[in-house]
């Protein structure tokens, strides 16, 4: 029952992600930004810097899940050419009332390292969880992260997820 959980817990976000996009832009277009050209390996990479470096600034002990990011499709572009990277992961708190500590943490500390928070505050399920949604316009990556503080254990749930890769010249997207 507990995996069947966490594989919807990952599912419903990666739903609302690849159908929603990001929202890196600085209008209401919702387009999903350039991130430039890539392979699906080092895309891959950053990505997992990219989550390496929030999971720092939540700065509370705890523990992250093993996730890697995936490949997924750029919105409506040539699969074989374009692809989005997609690094969900979770972090528990070594207590439950660091959940809240490591959201307001987040909160403050995104801004100072170049993310621009575009949403905080309660999400629309009925337990109200608090969710959070970044953008870092530098690196072209955008993250959400929703604190399920009525979860056993108690967690937060992270979707990094970028902007559109193209592949270089003569390559193909490498699906994983």
């Not at 277009?29 to 890539?38: D, E, V």
């Not at 990556?141 to 890769?165: F, R, W």
Request: net charge negative.
């Amino acid at each position: 029952m507990k995996t069947e959980l966490s594989a919807l817990m990952l599912t419903v976000p990666l739903a609302l992600i690849t159908l929603t996009g990001c929202s890196m832009t600085d209008d209401d277009t919702q387009a999903i930004p350039s991130a430039g050209t890539s392979t699906s390996r080092d895309a891959s990479d950053s990505m997992e810097r990219v989550s390496s470096s929030i999971y720092d600034l939540i700065g509370i002990a705890g523990k992250a899940s093993d996730s890697r990011p995936t490949v997924t499709d750029c919105g409506g572009k040539d699969a074989g050419t374009y692809f989005r990277i997609l690094h969900p992961w979770s972090f528990t708190p070594a207590t439950e009332g660091d959940l809240e500590v490591a959201m307001k943490r987040l909160k403050v500390e995104l801004p100072k390292n170049g993310w621009k928070v575009v949403h905080y505050g309660p999400d629309t399920s009925k337990n109200k969880n608090i969710s959070l949604t970044a953008d870092n316009d530098a690196k072209k990556v955008s993250v959400k992260v929703i604190a399920m503080a009525k979860d056993d254990p108690p967690m937060l749930t992270l979707d990094v997820i970028s902007g559109c890769y193209k592949v270089p010249e003569g390559q193909e997207v490498e699906r994983f």
